[in-house]
């Protein structure tokens, strides 16, 4: 049996989303809930904030029109995220290890406050630069 007909027999098999359908498919890792999806997907919304919001902050000056533009995408990319990532902690049923995605929930909430706040800063410096330029 080779090793590609092993790998495209596992890509054909369904999905599990519980862990008891893992646990029967003998699946060792469960990663696939709706919720840690959800939850995971807003996180590296709220990642991308943070990452646009440095960018933004760092080359102020050099973007054409004052890293506004930028600035603003990461205060909204990253208010989407936290938003996203608060709102699945307030609708998870249990704690870490439940699936409920709470880990990534409260990562997605930190990390899209902190896009938020490096997006408004940004936006504070890029009005100074239009200002004094």
């Known amino acids: 049996m080779s090793v590609l007909f092993v790998l495209a ?9 519980t862990a008891a359908e893992c646990a029967g498919q003998g699946v060792d890792t469960f990663l696939g809930t709706p919720e840690r999806i959800w939850a995971s997907a807003a996180a590296m919304v709220a990642l ?35 938003l996203n990532g608060a709102v699945n902690l307030v609708v998870a049923d249990g704690g870490l290890g439940t699936g409920n995605g709470v880990f990534g929930g ?7 406050l902190a896009g938020a706040a490096l997006g408004r800063l940004a936006l504070a410096r890029s009005r100074r630069t239009e200002l004094s330029g």
Do not use: E, K, M
């Open 106 to 112: 409260a990562l997605a909430l930190v990390l899209g």
């Open 9 to 17: 027999a596992q890509a054909a098999s369904p999905v599990c989303t």
């Open 48 to 82: 991308g904030g943070v990452v646009i919001g440095w960018l933004a902050l760092r080359f102020v000056r050099r973007i054409g029109d004052g890293g506004r533009r930028a600035a603003i995408v990461a205060l909204v990319v990253g208010l989407i995220g936290g």
